[in-house]
C-alpha cells in the first residue's frame, strides 16, 4: 500500500516538493554558514521523496543546544514558511476523502520542516 501512496504522491506534487527542498539546499550549500542548513534541506527533500511509510523519529543528540540553536535559526529564515505551506496543503487535502492519507503525510512532513535538526524521517 506505501508503494502505491508513494507513487500517486509523487505524480501529484511530491516530486514537485522534493525538488524544491533538494534545489533549495543546493543554493544554501553555496555559502559555508548555509551549508548545515542546506544539507538538512536536501535531507527533507529525499525523505519528502517517499513519507507513505515511514515515521517521524527523534535524532540522536536532537535536544543539544547546538541543534536547537540551528533549529531557531532554521525556523525564523525558513521553517514558518515551509511548515505553513504543508499545513495549507494539508487542509485542502483534508476536504476530500481520497485526500486524507495525502493530508496526513504533509502533516508528518510539517513537524520535520519547522524542526529539521530534532527530527527525521524513517
Not at 501512496?5 to 516538493?17: D, E, P
Not at 525556523?75 to 476530500?96: C, D, K, M
Request: glycine content about 12%.
Amino acid at each position: 500500500m506505501s508503494l502505491f501512496g508513494n507513487v500517486i504522491w509523487l505524480i501529484f506534487g511530491g516530486l514537485i516538493a522534493a525538488l524544491g527542498y533538494i534545489i533549495g539546499g543546493l543554493a544554501l550549500c553555496l555559502t559555508i554558514i548555509g551549508i548545515p542548513f542546506g544539507m538538512q534541506s536536501i535531507r527533507i527533500g529525499f525523505a519528502t521523496l517517499t513519507p507513505f511509510g515511514k515515521k517521524v523519529v527523534e535524532q540522536p543528540g536532537g535536544d543539544s543546544t547546538l541543534r536547537l540553536i540551528f533549529n531557531i535559526i532554521w525556523i525564523v529564515l525558513f521553517g514558518w514558511e515551509i511548515a505553513l505551506a504543508h499545513l495549507v496543503s494539508a487542509l485542502l487535502l483534508a476536504i476530500t476523502i481520497v485526500g486524507l492519507p495525502f493530508a496526513k503525510q504533509h502533516l508528518k512532513l510539517t513537524k520535520v520542516a519547522i524542526f529539521p535538526f530534532t527530527y527525521d524521517l524513517r
